[in-house]
């Protein structure tokens, strides 16, 4: 089986790391780029877990042309990142390469394998001219939910804080031979990987919380335990949650718990800046559209109102502008 990795990142560097350590024949090969990656090319990739120290050698290289086609490339860039590469990562599909979607967020293929009046509807505010779904096909696509919490400490050096689970589904719903082959790969790297019939309730569920506690975070610099606890704050918190409830339940979607329980969830985590607001912080480009942007759009789709998430997103969006990161 062969594996490559776009974007060895924080949690590329920890799947990498894992499954390259495994006992198990799988070619792991990462796509990286900078300090990173020459750090990892001179000295291997450093993982951090479980107070161990572990140091894997899978093959590192900036250039996807070096590496040939693969049986699964899992991308685990922001989503933002993706369109940008997709020429890039051309040499690395074959015809019967999957795609696995590691990144937070609507994914540009979510309206492939839906029945109804939004089939194969494409997302411009995740997938810009439909570039993702041209050149990479939504039929190519795997599901992924990402739940660890991992960061670069420095160059080459990965440490895991929390989690092991990466949640797989196919759009389509059916649990297929692909699926299940990755899954059974990266459970014997020690992850918990179930395959799940409706991936899209799992995204979002995921994405509830972000939607709110990430823009939320980058515009007042609070940590989740005063986002979801403020009182203050909080008919803007269930404003957002609730509308984004409505929009995925006219898309079919079923939420496994209620909105009090999503965000006493998010509060027991404590006082964790999100990925937004840590990349406010580093100067990087926030992940607005994925989490927020693609929200609104798919409720004009459906026409649910919106007036939280529309009084949220220009803030936000103004925000990065203004710190170069939008």
Known sequence: MRICIFGAGAIGGYLGAQLALSEQDVDVSLIARGPHLAAMQANGLTLRIDGETRVAHPRCTSDPAELGPQDYVIIALKAHSVPGVVDAMQPLLGPETAVVTATNGVPWWYFYGLDGPWAHRQLESVDPGGSQWQKIGPARAIGCVVYPACEVVEPGVVEHIEGNQFTLGEPTGEKSERVQQLSAALRTAGFKAPVRSHIRNEIWIKLWGNLCFNPLSALTHATLDVLATDPALQPVVRGMMLEAQAIGEALGVRFGMEVE???????????????????????????????????????RLVNVPTPTIDTVLPLVQLRARVAGCY
Do not use: C, F
Request: glycine share 10%.
């Open 261 to 299: 329980k999503r965000i006493a969830g998010a509060a027991a985590v404590g006082a964790h800046k999100t990925s937004m607001l840590q990349d406010l912080e580093r100067g990087r480009p926030m992940e607005i559209d994925a989490l927020v942007t693609a929200v609104q759009e798919m409720g």
